[in-house]
């Protein structure tokens, strides 16, 4: 509501304005038109990212190569020169029974998260290993961290760190994980990075 309501009360104050307003200059009519468009569109990114979540189908769990998958979503993301990629994955190191598709965005979630919690650089880690019938795989940053009373709420849907976020991110990512019957799971410290633990079942 918080999230919907600010750009709301926006929209009707520049409209208020343009219905009130006694010969006002052009240059004021654009800069509230141009306002108003700029609120719509986050109530808009809002709604469908709660929409997204809503729909999320159930996930078709079949084998996935979760290296294959990590090294396709960081290809994809812009991540700067100042931040070095580590992978860390073993020979033999099990499939997991995923949905790829689910699983990318997650993971690509998690990774944009990491770059951007280090603005002036710093290493991404991306690390698995097999733990009986579960992978586990960490990301791993070196960025600003998170205080103990944020890092209970990161999964809560509209509960954001950053000055321009929504707030779904991370909330889309467990409920991803949760349907590809995997958990998630962070520690973090203030100023020194943070860690995210998923864990999936492993192809038997």
Same mark, same amino acid.
């Given at each position: ?12 104050? &520049? ?72 992978? &860390? ?81 991370? &909330? ?15 520690? &973090? ?16």
């Amino acid at each position: 509501a918080h999230e919907i309501r600010n750009p709301l009360n926006a929209v009707k104050t &520049s409209a208020y304005f343009l219905l009130n307003a006694k010969n006002p200059s052009p240059e004021k009519v654009k800069e509230h038109l141009e306002r108003i468009d700029r609120q719509v569109s986050i109530v808009d990114n809002v709604i469908t990212e709660l929409s997204d979540v809503a729909k999320l189908p159930e996930a078709k769990l079949v084998p996935v190569s979760i290296e294959t998958l990590v090294r396709d979503v960081v290809s994809s993301i812009n991540i700067s020169r100042d931040i070095q990629k580590v992978f &860390s994955f073993p020979d033999e190191l099990p499939n997991v029974m995923a949905d790829g598709h689910q699983l990318s965005i997650a993971l690509r979630n998690l990774i944009r998260n990491a770059r951007d919690d280090m603005p002036d650089g710093g290493t991404l880690a991306v690390e698995a290993k097999a733990d009986g019938e579960h992978v586990l795989l960490s990301v791993v940053d070196t960025g600003i961290g998170l205080a103990k009373d944020e890092l209970g709420l990161i999964t809560e849907p509209l509960f954001t760190t950053k000055a321009r976020g929504m707030g779904l991110g991370l &909330s889309i990512t467990n409920v991803i994980i949760e349907k590809n019957q995997g958990s998630l799971n962070a520690e &973090s410290e203030l100023g020194k990075g943070s860690r995210f633990h998923v864990t999936l079942k492993a192809e038997t």
